[in-house]
């Protein structure tokens, strides 16, 4: 006998962000406009299906600008890119599109700002991260990158009194907010952006998973393993009382995760498209769950324009 949990909630707000969908919706106009191939430096967004949706399509996925051959237009990805990588493929006569977020390219401009004005910038982040590469390249001379509370103890700078922070937009917010909080304790005098750097689209999901976890027994995320907001939600999650795994699609659902639990919540990290969760609902109604309904914590309107080169040759179109 299937496994089958008698309700289902739904995260609301979940799935796309805007600046994901952004970054996608440009590919797929790009593919319109100057048909295949267009070439995208790294993933678009962090999500297996929509790559591989985007690759049926004709989009090239690269690893560098330095793959593309000379001339051809390609895509930076939505998590941003260093200054060294637009010279290089200036240099290598390529047409270029940035689909970076806009939320990322405030905290590109930010670490500018500060480095311009001679302070060392903590950068909160994860190593090796797509976003963390391309912000670190705004000021490397400037930038250390911390990722724990932990790293802050060990953390020097040549003048404790200029100094300042910023993040990656899709972090923990508790986790990120204990961390400024610790380096506010060790650096009185350290300044940090205007406004908060992780992205609204970070913050509403693991806020509406914070408050679902407690209803459930089980929350499961759906999202790709590099995506970092996919990540999070299930820490999120598990950090509120509900067991939670993050997994691609309904077939990675394992029988053992669904003894003896009688709600399950969903949700999708800001790269995964709603097809995914549809997808997962109907697994379980299948088995013959029937409740399903709405968790609603806050209603998300947020739209960024197509970056300007799309703009141009869609109405020349």
């Known amino acids: 006998m299937a496994l089958a949990p008698e309700k289902l909630f739904l995260a609301a707000p979940r799935g796309y962000c805007a600046g994901v969908d952004r970054a996608v919706q440009t590919v797929e106009r790009a593919l319109e406009l100057y048909g295949p191939p267009v070439y995208v ?94 912000t670190m390249g705004e000021a490397p001379e400037s930038i250390v990158l911390i990722e ?62 914070r408050q679902m976890a407690h209803a459930c027994d089980l929350v499961l995320v759906i999202g790709s393993r590099n995506s970092s907001n996919s990540n999070r939600l299930v820490e999120v999650a598990r950090d509120h009382g509900a067991d939670s795994h993050l997994i691609d699609n309904e077939a990675q659902v394992e029988e053992e995760w669904l003894e003896g639990k009688r709600v399950v919540g969903i949700t999708s990290g800001a790269s995964a498209p709603e097809e995914l969760v549809q997808r997962l609902v109907d697994f379980f109604r299948a088995r013959g769950t029937q409740e399903v309904s709405e968790f609603e914590v806050v209603q998300e309107d947020v739209r960024f324009m197509l970056p300007k080169d799309i703009r141009k040759a869609m109405a020349a179109a």
Not at 45 to 61: D, P, S, T, Y
Not at 66 to 77: I, K, L
Not at 89 to 97: V, W
């Open 41 to 134: 430096r790294k993933e678009i967004v962090h999500n297996k299906h929509v790559v591989e949706q985007l690759r049926e399509r004709g989009a090239i996925f690269v690893d560098e600008e330095t793959d593309v051959p000379a001339g051809e237009t390609v895509v930076f990805s939505a998590h941003g890119v260093a200054p060294s990588v637009h010279a290089n493929a200036e240099r290598r006569e390529l047409k270029t599109i940035d689909a970076t977020c806009p939320l990322v390219t405030k905290v590109h401009v930010e670490a500018k700002k500060f480095a311009a004005d001679g302070y060392t910038i903590v950068l909160i982040g994860h190593a090796g991260h797509e976003e963390v590469e391309g």
């Open 148 to 209: 724990t509370e932990e790293d802050v103890d060990s953390l020097e700078v040549a003048d404790p009194d200029r100094i300042a922070f910023v993040s990656q937009t899709t972090l923990s917010v508790d986790e990120t907010n204990a961390i400024i909080l610790k380096l506010r304790e060790r650096f009185p005098n350290i300044v940090g952006p205007r406004t908060d750097d992780i992205c609204y689209a970070t913050t509403n999901r693991q806020a509406a998973v």
